[in-house]
């Protein structure tokens, strides 16, 4: 998995690489060099006694030194810039697959989650590019080049070779083997303590409120812990990898000195000669080494890249299945008269929803028609489906049965970026993003003119307190909105929507948490700003909904009633229950 998403990744660098491997090439043969050279020195020169020769062969010795260090450096250089060019590529990859899917599989994967994999994960794959660039092509290029001048050293010596090698390789490879399961291990608790530290923090209001500091404390310590544990395990078989290797390094120049010192008492082999055999064996070991330090991080990089193509190789269960480049759907006007063809028109015909592996659908059976000019809203029970009943609109849920069509058109015909951008919509959840109120209203209409950004705000009734903002339209909103309060936030999303001038404009119970005074004023400003548009409004009130021309009555995933609320006050159960449970207060229906 890690090799097959490195080469993938690879393939628009091919020079870069190539050069890289030059020059790693370069460096190991002049590091292979300097033994021979440096034993020629010894035996021609310093035992002979001859200045030119150690002087000529120490100038050449020089310039081989810059050579290696100039490669080394480059290699260096190159490797690192390539390496960050492909975790910016991964990173850009997995952003753009999370963004292509829908709600249910981000909540498959878990955001926790999915921001590991598009930082840390993505970090480890790096780091480890950085090693195979510096290390994996020299290493075994001076391993294999060491072994054979080692023998032409002396063939004799080379016995500790074929001792020390297998013995080396039979290490890493347990501990190696042991290292996998514990990175990927490590990988899921990292995650696991990410989430609950994320939901401690979005919750800590809510946490103080119940005075569960103490078990939520207990809570993460245990997450903790077992990460704390899985860390220390596999720190501790990397700890004990490099003693373990240095005491065969030692060992092997222990047995080359004292067999080589006997050789050259017996007079088989020259001084420049063991001294170039210690030189090559310390550089096979040293490819070894440097082999292990890649094969250390080679496991936990597996790890990363099997979390991270599983996110790439997920299909969405929302396809763009419109036809490339269709034109956009015509607007219903701002003003005047709707013309027959109704390009707002939105309709449901037989619709159904389950998620895979469901006992039972979440929606069957909807049919209705909303028409330009009209609000259609839909009420119900908490949990029989309302929401998911408007997100199959936009497609961030797709159906499972049924139709729905847009003015006439199936939407699974139409490109997402066509369907969307040809409605407004007000989620469920009033979200704002880290920026100033301009910055968010913009998302709608990146072009719009303060002008234009203040008249919205005026119809989304926010401007008893945006007058008390000194900075205006420049006030930062913080991440989330979390400078505003809750209604605050709402009315600023409902502006957003109202800057896009749509044809459909869909409200999740996006009026919750609005006071009666101020939702009041606000629909009355909506009215007459979306007179010509086709309005979908989900809501718990039922004062909320009381004038629009046609609501839906949903539970148990179902249309049980539609009318007008007159009509279902009489022929609607389920409706007259909810209408009298909200309204008892306010006198008789």
């Not at 590091?31 to 035996?43: E, K, Q, R, S, V």
Request: hydrophobic share 50%.
């Amino acid at each position: 998995m890690l090799i097959g998403l490195m080469v993938r990744l690879l393939k628009g660098r091919k020079a870069s690489v190539s050069a890289i491997v030059i020059l790693q090439l370069v460096q190991a043969a002049a590091n292979l060099l300097l033994p021979t050279i440096n034993a020629a020195i010894i035996d021609d020169g310093i035992v002979a006694g001859n200045t030119e020769v150690i002087t000529r062969l120490g100038v050449l010795m020089a310039g081989i030194a810059v050579v290696q260090t100039g490669a080394a450096i480059a290699a260096g250089y190159l490797g690192a810039v390539v390496a960050m060019g492909l975790g910016h590529q991964l990173r850009a990859e997995i952003f753009s697959k999370i963004q292509s899917l829908s709600s249910r599989e981000v909540a498959g994967f878990g955001t926790q989650s999915l921001t590991t994999r598009a930082t840390n994960d993505t970090q480890q794959i790096q780091a480890f590019a950085v090693l195979v660039f510096t290390l994996l092509v020299a290493g075994p290029a001076m391993g294999l080049g060491g072994i054979i001048l080692a023998l032409q050293q002396d063939v004799g010596l080379s016995a500790v070779v074929i001792v020390i090698v297998p013995l080396l390789l039979l290490i890493m490879s347990l501990i190696v083997r042991r290292l996998v399961p514990l990175y990927r291990e490590g990988q899921d608790l990292l995650d696991n303590a990410g989430g609950i530290l994320r939901e401690q923090i979005i919750g800590a209001s809510v946490i103080r409120a119940f005075v569960r500091q103490e078990h939520e404390a207990g809570r993460f310590a245990r997450a903790n812990n077992s990460l704390t544990l899985n860390n220390l395990q596999s720190a501790l078989l990397v700890a004990a990898m490099l003693p373990l290797i240095m005491l065969v390094v030692n060992l092997s120049s222990v047995a080359i000195v004292w067999f080589g010192g006997q050789r050259i008492q017996a007079g088989q082999m020259n001084i420049g000669a063991l001294t170039a055999f210690i030189a090559y064996i310390m550089q096979i070991l040293m490819a070894i080494m440097m082999a292990m330090y890649v094969l250390m991080t080679a496991p936990r990089a597996a790890v990363c890249a099997e979390r991270i193509s599983a996110v790439l190789d997920t299909e969405p269960s929302v396809r763009d299945t419109g036809a490339p480049g269709a034109p956009p759907l015509p607007a219903a006007p701002r003003n005047g008269p709707v013309p027959s063809v109704e390009p707002g028109t939105l309709e449901f015909k037989g619709v159904g929803f389950s998620y895979p592996g469901a006992e039972a659908p979440v929606l069957a059976g909807i049919s209705f028609k909303a028409r330009p000019g009209t609000t259609t809203a839909i009420v119900g029970s908490t949990g029989s489906g309302k929401s998911t009943l408007l997100n199959l609109i936009p497609r961030f849920l797709d159906l499972t049965e049924g139709e729905i069509s847009l003015a006439g058109v199936n939407i699974k015909e139409l490109p997402l970026g066509v369907l969307r951008g040809a409605m407004s919509i007000v989620p469920q959840h009033s979200h704002l993003f880290s920026g100033t109120i301009a910055d968010n209203l913009r998302m709608a209409a990146p072009d719009a003119s303060d002008e234009e950004l203040w008249a919205v705000l005026e119809k989304a009734q926010t401007m008893r307190f945006m007058r008390n903002l000194p900075l205006g339209l420049a006030t930062p909103v913080g991440q989330g909105g979390t400078k505003l309060s809750g209604g605050q936030r709402q009315r600023l999303c409902i502006a957003r929507a109202l800057l896009r001038k749509s044809s459909l404009y869909l409200f999740d119970d996006s009026f919750s948490a609005l006071d009666y005074d101020t939702d009041a004023r606000l629909r009355q400003a909506l009215d007459a700003e979306l007179a010509s548009a086709t309005v979908v409004v989900v809501a718990e009130r039922v004062s909320a909904v009381e004038e629009a021309g046609l609501i839906l009555v949903v539970d148990g995933g179902c249309v049980v009633a539609q009318g007008k609320h007159h009509e279902l006050l009489e022929t609607s159960s389920t409706y007259r229950e909810i209408a009298e449970s909200q309204l008892a207060l306010d006198g008789p229906l």
